[in-house]
């Protein structure tokens, strides 16, 4: 009996130091960010603060996207229901850095996306919206200037940097160690280890999140530096924190959330393209996939999930299957983690590898677009019912249907381009409940010994009780 009152005491701790760290960091902890859905933009490539409409002529160098172009366009974000948008690094970089990957000083912003105060008044705008901040940064290297440290500030000295050498495909596989010191892209390796280098960056993202007000951050290349490190930086952040750990083996990712809040869920974008964009998986495999993530990290539902992003060709890239896309962004808003949707998703961009998958948005600000209005209609019911309270529960898996459940959700897909249909008698609602799809406001079911489900052609549906069923219809 001791035993068990020690062990009841032990957890009570638990619970009060987890709801101690979201308040120390003023709400804005991973179970907060939980309860938010993100989009994600390239600062230089969303929106002009002119209102230009004019093409880029070249993907590899900036295109004119600015601080205060984004808060022209807040609505256009807003009006699909995202409450959280994560932006480019910040920083001032190298020439050419319109990506914000090569930093060149600590202290100054990237003047080509506008000011200081454009970058305080877009997060003003967004906190009046109630809309959050997510910040790229970068704790790993510099701008690409070889061996010559004298214009980057602070870290000018060669004793800053780890010595010269590139790593290779072969060391993200087999060599951590070189990962972890030699060169990503021989851009220069910061030094950690360096008590200099290490206090240095620990203040200064402790001061960047106090100075801007930022509400969480997205962290690059994570496993490129020593784990113990994130550890500290983590804390001197004191917000939400997601890392890159752009690989697709599930134990070395799931590693790192030990170290930060979380991870962007790379396995699951692996299992997610198998089924819908290659077709060369089913929806077993998916849930088998599902099942050897929740054992294997920490906590599932603060992962960020995503099918697009700007380091990898877009879904559609060498395809033109728009329901497929449809079918597996709706299902990640609805799966376990944080859902975060790369621009011009909604507009079906099919860009390749980096540079083109960073097109322009300011030419497609397309509010009829049926994905647009697809995640309108999907992020108000998250929100609504609150899914990220409730455990993912699977109601029906075959080859090619999949349903499941957040609470009083109920989302159907299939991977098929034909006609698929199920009897699903494993259901969230009571018999003689009335169920519509949010999409389709006539399609509603009556829950008698279960209901009939038909998808055509990648088709996804997603069922609440008709009391709460307030969306317009969208054409599918």
């Not at 949707?341 to 948005?361: H, I, K, S």
Request: with cysteine; aromatic share 12%; net charge negative.
């Amino acid at each position: 009996m001791k035993s068990l009152l020690f062990l009841i005491a032990l957890l009570c701790i638990a619970s009060v130091v987890e709801s101690h760290v979201d308040t120390f960091r003023g709400g804005r902890g991973k179970d907060a960010w939980k309860q938010r859905t993100i989009y994600q933009v390239l600062t230089d490539r969303y929106a002009k603060h002119d209102g230009s409409k004019g093409s880029c002529s070249n993907l590899s160098k900036y295109c004119g996207g600015t601080y205060k172009g984004l808060i022209k366009e807040l609505d256009y974000i807003q009006g699909m229901g995202f409450d959280a948008i994560w932006v480019s690094p910040i920083l001032k970089n190298l020439d050419g850095g319109y990506h914000g990957y090569w930093a060149t000083d600590l202290y100054s912003l990237n003047e080509n996306f506008g000011t200081e105060q454009d970058f305080k008044d877009l997060i003003e705008e967004l906190h009046k919206r109630d809309m959050w901040i997510m910040v790229d940064v970068v704790a790993n290297h510099v701008g690409p200037v070889g061996m010559d440290f004298s214009g980057i500030n602070p870290f000018n000295q060669p004793e800053h940097y780890h010595e010269r050498c590139i790593i290779s495909d072969d060391d993200f596989a087999n060599n951590q160690e070189r990962v972890e010191n030699c060169r990503l892209a021989d851009l220069p390796d910061l030094a950690q280890e360096n008590d200099f280098v290490r206090t240095t960056l620990l203040s200064w993202i402790k001061d960047l999140v106090q100075k801007y007000n930022i509400d969480g951050l997205r962290i690059d290349t994570i496993p490129e530096v020593p784990k113990w490190f994130w550890t500290q930086f983590q804390e001197a952040a004191g917000v939400y924190a997601v890392g890159e750990v752009f690989d697709m083996r599930l134990g070395y990712v799931a590693d790192y959330q030990n170290y930060v809040d979380a991870v962007l869920n790379y396995p699951l974008r692996n299992a997610i393209n198998d089924v819908w964009r290659y077709n060369s998986k089913n929806f077993r495999d998916l849930a088998n996939s599902m099942n050897a993530n929740r054992n294997a990290f920490k906590d599932v539902d603060a992962l960020g999930v995503f099918v697009d992003n700007h380091d990898n060709e877009r879904f559609l890239h060498g395809n033109s299957n728009h329901a497929g896309l449809e079918a597996a962004t709706i299902f990640g808003i609805f799966a376990e983690g944080i859902p975060m949707v790369y621009y011009g998703t909604e507009q079906y961009y099919g860009g390749g590898p980096d540079p083109a998958n960073r097109e322009q948005l300011w030419t497609n600000f397309d509010t009829s677009s049926n994905l647009y209005q697809m995640l309108k209609a999907a992020i108000q019911t998250r929100k609504d019912h609150k899914t990220w309270d409730n455990k993912y529960v699977e109601r029906y898996v075959d080859d090619n249907f999949l349903a499941f459940s957040r609470g009083e959700v109920l989302i159907a897909v299939t991977n098929q381009g034909g006609s698929v249909e199920n009897h699903v008698t494993y259901l969230p609602f009571n018999k003689g409940d009335t169920i519509c799809n949010i999409f389709n406001s006539s399609d509603c079911l009556t829950v008698e010994d279960g209901v009939n489900i038909t998808l055509d052609n990648y088709q996804t549906k997603v069922y609440v009780k008709s009391s709460n069923n307030a969306q317009e219809s969208i054409k599918e």
